[in-house]
């Protein structure tokens, strides 16, 4: 992700969208006068903003689900609370699988998978509808 000057790609490209943003919200504004151009500078990028924050949580409420995680099989901590396994593997969110002091290996985000040892992973909990549904 680095280059060769030590900045990280996303960043830039954060940054220059943020630019980019001020640059039409000056456009957008500056017909109403010099200061609301002055505004449109400030408005854009946070209308920019705004508008970001509002696709992830829409994300998070159709597709990858929201804490609280519900409890392992056992009963006895939330899956956010879990330690990650040694031997995780990474899936979408960036995060290996969890592991419960029971030996339950938890896996996935918005379709949760259980797998107990060496057994194959079976659907334990999916995210709809804005809530976790219990399959198992």
Same mark, same amino acid.
């Given at each position: #992700? /680095? /280059? *060769? /000057?030590? @900045?990280? *790609? #996303?960043?830039?490209?954060?940054l220059c969208l943020l630019i980019f943003a001020g640059y039409l919200g000056d456009m957008f504004f @500056?017909?109403?006068g010099e200061n609301w151009g002055y505004a449109g500078i400030i408005i854009g990028p946070a209308l920019f903003l705004f508008v970001v924050h509002g696709i992830a949580w829409l994300e998070r409420q159709l597709f990858i689900g929201q804490e609280p995680l519900p409890k392992c099989k056992c009963g006895l901590k939330p899956i956010n609370e879990l330690k990650d396994a040694s031997d995780a593997e990474p899936y979408i969110a960036g995060k290996g699988k969890k592991v419960c002091s029971c030996g339950t290996y938890l896996i996935g985000r918005g379709i949760i998978k259980y797998q107990h040892k060496d057994s194959e992973p079976v659907d334990y909990a999916i995210w709809t509808k804005g809530q976790w549904k219990l399959e198992g």
């Open positions: #992700m /680095n /280059n *060769k /000057n030590g @900045s990280i *790609k #996303m960043e830039t490209v954060a @500056s017909r109403y």
